[in-house]
């Protein structure tokens, strides 16, 4: 007998957890033994509320390869924690809401807090003999999950990044008679994959950005003020990117300098105003003209700056998890294993979600200089591949053309 899957997305959306939606969907509604594809509407959160649609819809109007190009998260999405303790009564309500619908297996797509979430349901399934698959398939921009090569989003936010720090030095070198320095403040709480992205935008050496800081290592404030008046010597212009997340050796964050910090509902603090705190110190110290630029939300849903490889996994980690729940997997999360060889070449493969939810990857050691304000050639060597290709998005009136849910 036929039975039906369910699939959601969770934390903040990428330039490609929709790719993942349409490898599940597409996969799923090709399936002989599945019946129907449910889509869960703002996450686990929606579903406990009753919203939900029937993904065919969009097979049946002809806007399902929409998704494909489409940035952040079709379904909406939630930050909604589940319960740390499997007795309560949230527990058995979505079960029931599982049973009621006839559910075989449950897509999650999301980062590491998605992934707790993945771990609770397989958990409580084991405990109470569901035989119903939960899989997390991940995405984040952050690349920060453990126990895969990378995570797909992160491709096409670094080449976002490293294409506009590009962008951004070569309008910074327009006035070269007076030193300037351009700080940029780029996305990454306790990993700085994404800020050492910047290091891309390079078309020779010395080329900006000359300094990257990241949250890896401590940032102290004296020699990030000696680092910039030497490298002022060489360049007259200098681009500076930094992570949101840069901290002292204390622990406290350089935002928090500036002002107070609130919290997210997982207790996360939402980080703003590092580039801004700088900008200030910067003129008040060296008393040249400094202006500082937050990419904020623009670096994780930039259509216009998809990789085409990051696309792909995206969308082959969604079909890959389809066939992981079909063979009877569970409680895992899909993962990618890079090759060895001369070129580019990744499998995708599983782990055990309980071993990767609430733990965090950062940029290795070796891959940060020694004086902690650059990255080295193996970062380069390690990233380049995942911002390669280009991706043609549909327009519409010269603009992109995206799916939206009515």
Request: overall charge negative; glycine content about 10%; some cysteine.
């Amino acid at each position: 007998m036929k039975k039906n899957i369910l699939v959601g997305q969770s934390g903040g959306p990428t330039a490609v957890i929709n790719g993942s939606l349409y490898g599940v969907v597409t996969r799923g509604l090709e399936s002989p033994d599945i019946h129907k594809v449910y889509g869960m509407i703002n996450g686990i959160e929606g579903f406990l509320n009753g919203r939900m649609m029937d993904m065919a819809a969009l097979e049946e109007d002809g806007t399902l390869p929409l998704l494909k190009t489409t940035p952040g998260a079709y379904l909406g999405s939630c930050r909604y924690k589940l319960p740390e303790d499997l007795s309560d009564p949230v527990y058995p309500e979505l079960f029931a809401r599982f049973a009621d619908l006839d559910i075989q297996a449950v897509f999650y797509i999301g980062g590491n807090d998605s992934m707790d979430t993945v771990s609770k349901l397989s958990r409580y399934a084991a405990s109470h003999d569901s035989d119903i698959r939960f899989i997390g398939i991940p995405k984040t921009i952050d690349n920060d999950l453990v126990l895969t090569d990378h995570t797909p989003g992160f491709g096409s936010a670094a080449k976002y990044v490293a294409s506009t720090v590009r962008e951004i030095g070569v309008d910074a070198s327009v006035y070269d008679n007076k030193p300037s320095v351009t700080i940029v403040e780029i996305m990454g709480r306790h990993a700085g994959w994404l800020t050492a992205a910047s290091a891309l935008a390079r078309k020779f050496e010395g080329d900006n950005p000359v300094l990257i800081y990241l949250p890896e290592t401590a940032f102290d404030q004296e020699r990030f003020l000696s680092q910039t008046r030497e490298a002022l010597k060489k360049k007259n212009n200098l681009v500076i990117c930094i992570s949101e997340g840069i901290h002292d050796a204390d622990g406290t964050f350089i935002c928090e300098y500036a002002s107070e910090v609130g919290t997210d509902t997982f207790g996360h603090k939402m980080l703003t105003g590092s580039g801004k705190y700088l900008e200030n110190l910067v003129k008040e110290k060296l008393g040249i003209k400094v202006r500082s630029v937050e990419l904020n939300v623009s670096q994780r849903c930039s259509s216009a700056c998809l990789s085409r490889t990051d696309l792909e996994e995206a969308v082959r980690a969604g079909s890959f998890a389809l066939d992981c729940a079909m063979e009877g997997k569970t409680g895992v999360m899909i993962t990618f294993e890079r090759q060895e060889g001369s070129s580019y070449q990744m499998v995708p493969g599983t782990a055990d979600v309980n071993q990767i939810c609430n733990e965090e990857k950062v940029v290795p050691a070796g891959w940060i200089t020694p004086d902690g304000c650059d990255v080295t050639e193996s970062f380069l060597n390690y990233a380049r591949p995942l911002i390669q290709g280009q991706v043609e998005v549909p327009q519409e009136d010269g603009l992109p053309h995206f799916i939206y849910r009515k």
